[in-house]
């Protein structure tokens, strides 16, 4: 069954920090890329970050030095570290494989707003 669990969103002023957490099932956490995503009202979802098993990570050109994607393999969670965040930032976060399985969680909303 697969299993994809966020939380740790909520509401931050601009230039504070928020870390995301993201419970996997093993059977889609162990084999692949996992990634955070993101949908803001009205435009697409998009990748914001990606690591994969051995660590190795990519980002979103518009989060680059601003936000840290981790895992714990032993844990199966993915974390993402989001700091100096800016209201464009605003948007539903999701975590899934990459490419991303059918399944989607019900993610943790971010509210960048003073």
């Known amino acids: 069954q697969v299993q994809l669990v966020e939380s740790g969103g909520g509401l931050v002023q601009p230039g504070g920090s928020l870390r995301l957490s993201c419970a996997a099932s093993?059977?889609?956490?162990?084999?692949?890329?996992m990634a955070w995503y993101r949908q803001a009202p009205g435009n697409q979802r998009e990748l914001v970050a990606a690591?994969?098993?051995?660590?190795?990570?990519n980002y979103v050109d518009s989060v680059k030095g601003r936000f840290t994607i981790s895992r714990d393999n032993a844990k199966n969670t993915v974390y993402l570290q989001m700091n100096s965040l800016k209201p464009e930032d605003t948007a539903v976060y999701y975590c899934?494989?990459?490419?991303?399985?059918?399944?989607w969680g019900q993610g943790t909303q971010v509210t960048v707003s003073s």
């Open positions: 899934n494989a990459r490419p991303p399985s059918a399944y």
């Open positions: 093993s059977m889609i956490f162990s084999s692949y890329v």
């Open positions: 690591i994969s098993r051995g660590g190795t990570t």
